[in-house]
Protein backbone atom coordinates (compact mmCIF):
# COMPACT_ATOMS: atom_id res chain seq x y z
CA UNK A 1 0.00 0.00 0.00
CA UNK A 2 0.99 3.38 -0.58
CA UNK A 3 2.46 5.39 1.92
CA UNK A 4 0.29 8.74 1.39
CA UNK A 5 -2.75 6.12 1.45
CA UNK A 6 -1.64 4.76 4.92
CA UNK A 7 -1.23 8.17 6.10
CA UNK A 8 -4.67 9.27 5.20
CA UNK A 9 -5.87 6.00 6.46
CA UNK A 10 -4.28 6.96 10.28
CA UNK A 11 -5.66 10.20 10.34
CA UNK A 12 -9.42 8.29 11.97
CA UNK A 13 -9.54 6.25 14.18
CA UNK A 14 -10.51 3.28 12.27
CA UNK A 15 -7.58 3.92 10.33
CA UNK A 16 -4.97 1.22 11.82
CA UNK A 17 -7.98 -1.38 11.37
CA UNK A 18 -8.43 -0.71 8.26
CA UNK A 19 -5.03 -0.92 6.93
CA UNK A 20 -4.14 -4.31 8.68
CA UNK A 21 -7.32 -5.41 6.72
CA UNK A 22 -6.57 -3.74 3.62
CA UNK A 23 -2.84 -4.73 3.30
CA UNK A 24 -3.94 -8.43 4.47
CA UNK A 25 -6.48 -8.33 1.10
CA UNK A 26 -4.06 -7.10 -1.24
CA UNK A 27 -1.37 -9.46 -0.03
CA UNK A 28 -3.59 -12.99 -0.04
CA UNK A 29 -6.76 -11.99 -2.23
CA UNK A 30 -4.38 -9.82 -5.33
CA UNK A 31 -5.78 -12.50 -7.70
CA UNK A 32 -9.20 -11.09 -7.24
CA UNK A 33 -7.96 -8.02 -8.42
CA UNK A 34 -6.00 -9.11 -11.10
CA UNK A 35 -8.73 -11.20 -12.56
CA UNK A 36 -11.24 -8.27 -12.16
CA UNK A 37 -14.22 -10.31 -10.09
CA UNK A 38 -17.01 -8.36 -9.10
CA UNK A 39 -17.20 -5.62 -6.48
CA UNK A 40 -18.94 -7.93 -3.82
CA UNK A 41 -16.26 -10.47 -3.84
CA UNK A 42 -13.58 -8.22 -3.45
CA UNK A 43 -15.30 -6.71 -0.30
CA UNK A 44 -16.72 -10.03 1.03
CA UNK A 45 -13.18 -10.92 1.30
CA UNK A 46 -11.89 -7.09 3.00
CA UNK A 47 -15.46 -7.58 5.40
CA UNK A 48 -13.71 -11.03 6.52
CA UNK A 49 -10.44 -9.51 7.60
CA UNK A 50 -12.07 -6.71 9.29
CA UNK A 51 -14.66 -9.35 11.74
CA UNK A 52 -11.17 -10.39 12.63
CA UNK A 53 -10.45 -7.41 13.96
CA UNK A 54 -13.50 -5.99 15.39
CA UNK A 55 -14.65 -9.06 17.32
CA UNK A 56 -17.02 -7.52 19.40
CA UNK A 57 -18.70 -5.66 16.36
CA UNK A 58 -20.80 -7.22 13.49
CA UNK A 59 -18.87 -6.55 9.82
CA UNK A 60 -21.64 -7.12 7.15
CA UNK A 61 -22.23 -6.61 3.31
CA UNK A 62 -25.02 -4.95 1.82
CA UNK A 63 -27.16 -4.80 5.16
CA UNK A 64 -30.54 -3.40 4.59
CA UNK A 65 -31.94 -3.53 8.11
CA UNK A 66 -31.94 -1.13 10.32
CA UNK A 67 -33.09 -3.01 13.39
CA UNK A 68 -35.91 -5.14 12.20
CA UNK A 69 -36.92 -2.51 9.32
CA UNK A 70 -36.07 -2.15 5.93
CA UNK A 71 -32.87 0.32 6.02
CA UNK A 72 -33.62 3.54 4.13
CA UNK A 73 -32.06 7.10 3.30
CA UNK A 74 -33.33 9.94 1.65
CA UNK A 75 -31.35 10.49 -1.75
CA UNK A 76 -33.64 12.11 -4.21
CA UNK A 77 -31.45 11.28 -6.75
CA UNK A 78 -31.14 7.52 -6.05
CA UNK A 79 -34.10 5.20 -6.17
CA UNK A 80 -32.84 1.73 -4.20
CA UNK A 81 -33.06 -1.23 -6.74
CA UNK A 82 -31.80 -5.10 -4.44
CA UNK A 83 -31.47 -6.19 -8.51
CA UNK A 84 -28.90 -4.27 -9.52
CA UNK A 85 -25.40 -5.37 -10.07
CA UNK A 86 -23.56 -2.21 -10.79
CA UNK A 87 -24.04 -1.47 -6.82
CA UNK A 88 -26.18 1.83 -7.08
CA UNK A 89 -28.59 1.06 -4.18
CA UNK A 90 -28.36 3.00 -1.12
CA UNK A 91 -27.29 -0.55 0.88
CA UNK A 92 -23.78 0.17 1.76
CA UNK A 93 -20.95 -2.09 0.75
CA UNK A 94 -20.05 -2.58 4.39
CA UNK A 95 -20.53 -1.71 7.72
CA UNK A 96 -19.29 -2.38 11.00
CA UNK A 97 -21.98 -2.26 13.46
CA UNK A 98 -23.94 -3.65 16.37
CA UNK A 99 -27.22 -5.19 14.80
CA UNK A 100 -30.50 -4.57 16.13
CA UNK A 101 -29.42 -1.59 17.67
CA UNK A 102 -28.63 2.28 16.27
CA UNK A 103 -24.62 1.52 17.19
CA UNK A 104 -22.90 2.63 14.01
CA UNK A 105 -19.49 3.07 13.48
CA UNK A 106 -17.99 2.90 9.81
CA UNK A 107 -19.91 2.13 6.57
CA UNK A 108 -17.41 1.90 3.74
CA UNK A 109 -18.38 1.87 0.14
CA UNK A 110 -16.02 0.42 -2.58
CA UNK A 111 -15.66 0.51 -5.93
CA UNK A 112 -13.30 -0.65 -8.84
CA UNK A 113 -11.20 1.15 -11.42
CA UNK A 114 -13.00 -0.48 -14.21
CA UNK A 115 -16.21 0.68 -12.90
CA UNK A 116 -18.55 3.23 -15.16
CA UNK A 117 -20.40 4.17 -12.09
CA UNK A 118 -19.22 8.15 -10.61
CA UNK A 119 -17.73 8.16 -7.48
CA UNK A 120 -20.32 11.26 -6.92
CA UNK A 121 -23.07 8.90 -5.69
CA UNK A 122 -21.07 6.78 -3.38
CA UNK A 123 -20.28 9.69 -1.84
CA UNK A 124 -24.25 10.48 -1.41
CA UNK A 125 -24.96 7.69 0.25
CA UNK A 126 -21.85 7.84 2.58
CA UNK A 127 -23.18 11.73 3.67
CA UNK A 128 -26.70 10.48 4.07
CA UNK A 129 -25.52 7.42 5.98
CA UNK A 130 -23.50 9.50 8.65
CA UNK A 131 -25.87 12.69 8.58
CA UNK A 132 -29.47 10.28 8.81
CA UNK A 133 -28.26 6.64 10.32
CA UNK A 134 -25.45 8.16 12.88
CA UNK A 135 -22.28 6.48 11.87
CA UNK A 136 -19.28 7.58 13.33
CA UNK A 137 -17.28 6.61 10.06
CA UNK A 138 -17.17 6.86 6.43
CA UNK A 139 -14.82 5.51 4.34
CA UNK A 140 -14.90 5.92 0.04
CA UNK A 141 -11.84 3.25 -1.54
CA UNK A 142 -11.52 2.41 -5.02
CA UNK A 143 -9.72 -0.81 -5.63
CA UNK A 144 -7.20 -0.65 -8.67
CA UNK A 145 -8.01 -3.70 -10.83
CA UNK A 146 -5.34 -3.01 -13.43
CA UNK A 147 -2.88 -5.50 -13.89
CA UNK A 148 0.46 -5.47 -11.98
CA UNK A 149 -1.07 -2.58 -10.13
CA UNK A 150 -3.39 -4.61 -7.71
CA UNK A 151 -4.32 -2.49 -4.60
CA UNK A 152 -5.68 0.93 -3.77
CA UNK A 153 -6.43 3.49 -6.18
CA UNK A 154 -8.43 6.26 -4.29
CA UNK A 155 -9.39 7.25 -0.73
CA UNK A 156 -11.60 9.51 1.03
CA UNK A 157 -12.97 10.07 4.20
CA UNK A 158 -16.35 11.91 4.33
CA UNK A 159 -18.36 13.97 6.67
CA UNK A 160 -16.44 15.25 9.97
Not at 105 to 114: F, G, N, R
Request: glycine share 4%; aromatic share 10%.
Amino acid sequence: MKKEHLEYLNSKEPGEALVKALTRLIDKDRDLFEINVNERSITHKFALYLQEIYKDWNVDCEYNRKGHDIKELEIQELKPNNQDSDAQTVFPDIIIHKRVSDENYLVIEAKKTSSSVSKKADIKKLNAFRDQLGYQYALFIEFSVKPNEAGINDLEWVGA
